[in-house]
């Protein structure tokens, strides 16, 4: 398994932009699917992008979709996650996860092997 370490995170005022970093550990980065999933208080974990091993399929939810972008640098052991025009609403934890193997979709929690710790992102309106 990988490690994840997120970093980013922060207050940022609605219609603002913030990137989200997620460094792992060992040699094998480019062996896994990484994500992106974000979790508010009260509430489920949910899926917000992801993208293949070899960054060539990606997949952003509804949600986020035309504001979120998701990419990966695998000489740099890190997945990014570039957030543009924030709503009150994106406030949440956001966490990265590894996905050694792909089995249906990436957008479910069950899927992944590891995960970050998360970093707090919170929109202030």
């Known amino acids: 398994q990988v490690q994840l370490v997120e970093s980013g995170g922060g207050l940022v005022q609605a219609g603002g932009s913030q990137k989200l970093s997620c460094l792992a550990s060992?040699?094998?980065?480019?062996?896994?699917?990484m994500g992106w999933f974000r979790q508010a208080p009260g509430k489920e974990r949910e899926f917000v992008a992801s993208?293949?091993?070899?960054?060539?399929?990606?997949e952003i939810a509804d949600s986020v979709k035309g504001r979120f972008t998701i990419s990966r640098d695998n000489a740099k052991n890190t997945v990014y996650l570039q957030m543009n025009s924030l709503k009150p609403e994106d406030t949440a934890v956001y966490y990265c996860?590894?996905?050694?193997?792909?089995?249906?979709?990436?957008?479910?929690?069950?899927?992944?092997?590891?995960w970050g710790q998360g970093t707090q992102v919170t929109v202030s309106s």
């Open positions: 996860a590894a996905a050694r193997y792909y089995y249906m979709d990436l957008k479910t929690p069950d899927e992944y092997d590891s």
């Open positions: 060992g040699r094998t980065f480019s062996s896994y699917h």
């Open positions: 993208i293949r091993r070899s960054g060539g399929i990606i």
